[in-house]
């Protein structure tokens, strides 16, 4: 199972808004609704921002979104913060019923 | 709110075996939820390595298959990774978590970096 492919670097001024993408097959992002996403910061484990595609867990802020159209998904951050600054990661399950990751972004306030 | 905890060795000679225990906390292991292994080399992404459920049915990334032991121990409230005939592409930190229907890790221990070397 290959990982899903995620733009290597994204970046944005604060106050603005980022869309990240994280493309998979028919067999993983397009054929089911459990997509999620991850923040990571250095040497910290990765937090749980998005589940099955777009919903946020409790404590989130709500300038996190998440969709999908197709083999795509989609992490929005909106009113970009310094402490947006981080790896994010997308994930997805699929019919091999196993989860794969994508290949990570790295988001840069500038 | 539940919590992991990681433990073993941080250094492990090439050839041998791996072994980790997770240590959960805030949650009975036997109350349900999918238990994960994920790993991440030094400065690269994330890799699932496998998944066990309270009643001992597991499932292991089919590129680690063969050397991948997972287990769990519901009195102990703990379930534990061996990963066999380790090398250096090995070397990563380990990080347990808890999953939600087996579909995603919705919570996660600290990690903890483990190193093949002689």
């Known amino acids: 199972q290959s990982a899903l492919t995620q733009p290597a670097s994204v970046s944005g001024s604060p106050g603005q808004s980022i869309t990240i993408s994280c493309t998979g097959t028919?067999?993983?992002?397009?054929?089911?609704?459990?997509v999620s996403w991850y923040q990571q910061h250095p040497g910290k484990a990765p937090k749980l921002m998005i589940y099955?595609?777009?919903n946020r867990p409790s404590g989130v802020s709500n300038r996190f979104s998440g969709s999908k159209s197709g083999n795509t998904a989609s992490l929005t951050i909106s009113g970009l913060q310094a402490e947006d600054e981080a790896d994010y990661y997308c994930?997805?399950?699929?019919?091999?019923?196993?989860?794969?990751f994508g290949t990570g972004t790295k988001v840069t306030v500038l | 709110q539940v919590q992991l905890q990681e433990s073993g060795p941080g250094l492990v000679k090439p050839s041998e075996t791996l072994s980790l225990t997770c240590a959960v906390s805030?949650?009975?292991?036997?109350?349900?939820?999918?238990w994960g292994w994920i790993r991440q080399p030094p400065g690269k992404g994330l890799e699932w390595i496998g998944t066990?459920?309270?009643?001992?049915?597991?499932y292991h990334n089919p590129s680690l298959k063969s050397r991948v032991t997972t287990s769990v121990d519901t009195s102990k409230n703990q379930f534990s990774l061996k990963l066999s005939s380790v090398t250096a592409a090995d070397t990563a930190v380990y990080y347990c978590?808890?999953?939600?229907?087996?579909?995603?890790?919705?919570?996660w221990g600290q990690g903890t970096l483990v190193t093949v070397s002689s």
């Open positions: 978590a808890r999953e939600k229907g087996g579909y995603y890790p919705d919570f």
């Open positions: 805030g949650y009975f292991i036997s109350s349900g939820y999918f």
């Open positions: 066990i459920y309270h009643s001992g049915s597991t």
């Open positions: 028919s067999s993983d992002v397009g054929g089911y609704k459990y």
């Open positions: 099955e595609v777009s």
């Open positions: 994930s997805s399950y699929t019919t091999s019923s196993i989860y794969v």
